[in-house]
Every structure is written in C-alpha cells, then in structure tokens.
Nanobody, 114 residues
C-alpha cells in the first residue's frame, strides 16, 4: 500500500489543521491506521491509532485536542488537530499495519508559530 499525506502547513497557536492520508491498494479496511510525528533529533512518536473496527487511542499529549478518523470507502484516514501549540510542530507521518507488515507515508510538515 502507498500512503500519501496532505494538509500540513503553517498555523498560529490555537489554530486547527486537518491532515489527510490517502491509501492506494485494496483492503484498506483491514489495516490499522496511525499517525506519528517526529521532530529533529527525536524519535518518531505515536500520536493516534484507529483500528479496523473504528476504535481510537491517543497519546496523552494530544488527548482532547486531536481526533483520528477513517473513511474506508475513500481509503482515507484523517487527523483533525485543534488547539495547536508550538510543541505540536513536527513532521507528521501516516502509518498502516497489517499482519506484521508496516507502511509509511512521506510525511507532511506542521508548523505552529505566530
């Protein structure tokens, strides 16, 4: 599966962005989908997960601010990000996993700055 992220950009503190991840290939609904983020010099960290059944899980640092969702008929997963702060600045990556196989997108930059 090939993953392509979009929706990143520059936003002021307190603002919102919605990231999208479009997946090619078949059986999208059989993949667990996740968003990760990474800043220079740091390890990539898990932000949010959505299972094949639609259950979600979030890192503590985004709970109540970010929402992950998926539209299987469109082969797309979203990350709605609200109340952004400068600490959310990072490259955000889409990740798909199934049966021990892992796939990554190329990443999209999110910069939160005034």
């Amino acid at each position: 599966v090939v993953l392509v992220e979009s929706g990143g950009g520059l936003v002021q503190p307190g603002g919102s962005l919605r990231l999208s991840c479009a997946a090619s290939g078949s059986a999208f609904n059989s993949y667990v989908m996740e968003w990760y983020r990474q800043t220079p010099g740091k390890l990539r960290e898990l932000v949010a997960t959505i299972t094949t059944g639609g259950s979600t899980n979030y890192a503590d640092f985004v709970k109540g601010r970010f929402t992950i969702s998926r539209v299987n008929v469109m082969n797309t997963v979203y990350l709605q990000m609200n109340s952004l702060n400068p600490e959310d600045t990072a490259v955000y990556y889409c990740h798909a996993r199934r049966f021990g196989f892992n796939y990554w997108g190329q990443g999209t930059q999110v910069t939160v700055s005034s």
